[in-house]
């Protein structure tokens, strides 16, 4: 069905960020609103750290349908907001917001997003131990998405090895251990134990080429997902030139989109559509 056009009832969704000119999601909202004829625009607005308060009072002033939240706000948003999920409240994240009748509710849907694309990717988290690269804001979704998914243990590395720490400690559990290390320090045995890795830094978010990561010593059978939503980072290639399974971040991108839209619309989000929106945009880009 073809999406109405911009008339004085057309309602107002977007994302928030600094920078923002370089997001999918206007891409990936717009076509499903357009798919489903829904009286509805999203655009993406570039909101400075220092005007998040006044800018969050905006939207809610205006009536927004709902947002979402992306760098560097998904955490300095939760105390701006009415209420927030459970989601939300284990990440200490929200990356999409609703409106319900004035009251701005806080959801994180990465968890979601992340735990359905390695599903629909046939990646097996119960019992899977895990590297995971970065410890910001993704990398929490992430943790509490391998959580619930029964994922037995995971090492963090980062650059910035006290916040690994910090998030080891948060999500750690008797059926969940949780460590940090340094990759240098891993020993043969321990790589070739490892069943996922996860590049859940921005390494990458702009072409960089990727470090230190011994490829050859991953068992075959070890699967590599990049969150970032392009097709060739060097982390990626790496993987596929050691003979290892690749994914990139589309699939999360795709599914954490796919959430909030069903949140704000109460509508089955067209992932097809939506899929096919976001591909043709990486193309593009
Ligand atoms: P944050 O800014 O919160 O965290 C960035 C992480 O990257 C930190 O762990 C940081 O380490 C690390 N890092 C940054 N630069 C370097 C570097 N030069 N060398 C080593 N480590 C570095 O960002 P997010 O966690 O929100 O996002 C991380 C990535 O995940 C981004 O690329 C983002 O695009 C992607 N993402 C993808 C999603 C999807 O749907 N596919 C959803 C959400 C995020 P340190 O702690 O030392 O600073």
């Known amino acids: 069905m ?39 625009v999203y655009v993406a607005l570039q909101i400075r750290p220092a005007d998040l ?10 009536g927004v349908m709902g947002f979402n939240v992306t760098v560097p706000h998904k955490e300095r948003i939760v105390p701006l907001l009415d209420s927030v999920s459970a989601a939300a409240k284990a990440t200490g994240a929200v990356n999409t917001v609703v409106n319900r009748n004035g009251k701005l509710h806080g959801e994180n849907t990465d968890v979601i997003g992340f735990a359905r694309a390695l599903g629909e990717a046939r990646v097996e988290l119960q019992g899977a131990r895990v590297l995971l690269m970065g410890a910001g804001g993704a990398s929490r979704a992430v943790m509490a998405a391998l959580a619930q998914g029964g994922a037995r243990s995971v ?3 980062n650059r910035t090895p006290r916040r690994a720490t910090t998030l080891a400690k948060q999500f750690c559990t008797r059926q969940f251990e949780c460590s940090n290390a340094r990759i240098d320090r891993l020993t043969a045995t321990e790589l070739e134990s490892i069943d996922l890795v996860i590049n859940a830094t921005s390494v990458g978010l702009l ?7 011994p490829f050859e010593a991953f068992k075959k059978s070890c699967v590599f997902y990049d969150l970032i ?22 699939g999360m991108l795709l599914h954490q989109g796919a959430a909030a839209f069903e949140i704000w619309t109460g509508q089955t989000a067209p ?7 976001l591909r043709r945009a990486i193309r593009i880009h």
């Not at 969704?13 to 009286?39: E, K, Q, Y």
């Not at 308060?53 to 205006?62: M, N």
């Not at 097709?231 to 990626?236: E, G, I, K, S, Y």
């Not at 992932?271 to 929106?277: D, E, F, G």
């Open 2 to 40: 073809a999406q109405p056009s911009i008339s004085a009832a057309t309602r107002l969704a977007c994302v928030i960020g600094d920078p923002i000119r370089h997001s999918l999601s206007p891409t990936l909202h717009n076509a499903a609103f357009r798919h489903l004829g829904i009286d509805a």
């Open 53 to 62: 308060r006044t800018g969050i009072a905006g939207l809610r002033s205006i």
């Open 155 to 157: 090492t963090i590395a």
């Open 207 to 213: 072409g960089e080429s990727y470090f230190e990561l």
């Open 229 to 250: 939503p392009r097709v060739q980072t060097d982390f990626l290639t790496q993987a596929k030139r050691t003979r290892h399974r690749a994914l990139d971040g589309l």
């Open 271 to 277: 992932l097809t559509i939506m899929r096919t929106a």
